[in-house]
């Protein structure tokens, strides 16, 4: 097979470059060089958001193309419409964040999206993503295949959200975490994403998923003491109730990650994936994506990269040392 990667360098483009490698794929990768792709890789360049930035893809085919755009959905539009005859699906990594709130727990795929068209320049992460679920269904149809992916982790994360709790788990001592301990989780490792995405787009499936591991796969609790037994730390778990949290200035999602509450856990957490696991989607346990995540971090010496356009994500230490006293 082979496959076009729109990206490639960061975080989930570069998950799917390694996988569709592991799988015998042959690899081209098309981005502005901010980053080499790995060793095998066909690289192109352009700068899609430039005049005459998609110049290179203007010749060659592929079977699947993956794209993981997040900006201006013309961008998606213009790439996915100059490869719809010179390729045989398009798979759009989305997300879920392109429904419209509130979304309640159980929603499925038929939930309403934001408002937005495949002609926007760039604005709010939603409209972003759904404007280019709307740019790759004009030029592909039915061949193109929408990934509403959740809350992603794994090795390569440049987000911030794991390798945080990695990090100050690692340090050891007393560590505040949010009650309750068995409360679910929803998840994916960008690996099985990847995984799924290729393997669906090589099938020629078409439409919208929630690529997320089930609802409840894991919980906070198993989660961090994953987190725990991987670094070896020792780290005590504190567990503190919401009520204290919120009352403390504690920012959900930002200051603890994973953590929600209300209508946004029940959002985040709680997405009906039965028709992505229906098309073979696969999750490995949490211990094994916290274990794999600890090791890369290892490997580049305990500090990630981070995406600029993301707020820094965990709790700040006074805050933590009050909440620990109190």
């Known amino acids: 097979m082979r496959v076009l990667v729109l990206g490639g360098t960061g975080f989930v483009g570069r998950v799917v470059i390694d996988e569709a490698l592991a799988m015998g794929w042959e690899v081209t990768a098309f981005n502005r060089g901010s980053g080499q792709p790995p060793a095998g890789v066909t690289a192109l360049r352009g700068d899609r958001t430039a005049p005459g930035g998609l110049a290179a893809l203007e010749r060659g085919e592929w079977d699947v193309v993956v794209d993981t755009w997040s900006w201006a959905p013309s961008a998606v539009r213009d790439s996915a419409a100059l490869l719809a005859g010179r390729a045989g699906s398009y798979v759009y990594v989305s997300s879920r964040s392109a429904y419209a709130e509130p979304v309640p727990f159980g929603a499925d795929e038929s939930a309403p999206l934001v408002a937005a068209s495949a002609d926007d320049g760039e604005g709010p992460y939603a409209r972003n993503k759904a404007g280019g679920e709307l740019g790759a269904v004009a030029a592909f149809g039915d061949r193109a295949l929408l990934a509403r992916a959740g809350l992603i982790i794994g090795p390569h994360e440049n987000v911030g959200r794991l390798p945080w709790w990695l990090t100050r788990i690692a340090r050891g001592g007393p560590v505040v975490a949010p009650a309750p301990a068995d409360r679910g989780l929803q998840y994916i490792d960008a690996r099985d994403l990847a995984v799924w995405c290729l393997e669906a787009g090589a099938r020629g499936v078409g439409g919208a998923f929630n690529v997320v591991g089930p609802p409840g796969a894991t919980t906070m ?39 929600l509450v209300g209508e946004d856990y029940d959002f985040m957490h709680g ?38 356009d993301r707020p820094l994500k965990g709790l700040d230490p006074a805050l933590e040392a009050q909440l620990l006293a109190s």
Do not use: H, M, Q
């Not at 730390?233 to 009520?243: C, D, F, Q, V």
């Not at 094994?288 to 990269?305: I, N, Q, Y």
């Open 221 to 259: 609790g198993e989660l961090l003491e994953a987190c725990v037994k991987a670094t070896g730390s020792g780290a005590e778990l504190r567990w503190i109730e919401e009520e204290r949290l919120l009352a403390a200035g504690v920012e959900p999602w930002i200051g603890l990650p994973f953590w």
């Open 271 to 308: 997405g009906d994936v039965g028709k992505a696991v229906a098309a073979g989607l696969r999750v490995r346990p949490v211990a094994e994506t916290v274990a794999d995540t600890w090791a890369w971090l290892r490997g580049l010496g305990g500090k990630a990269p981070l995406r600029a």
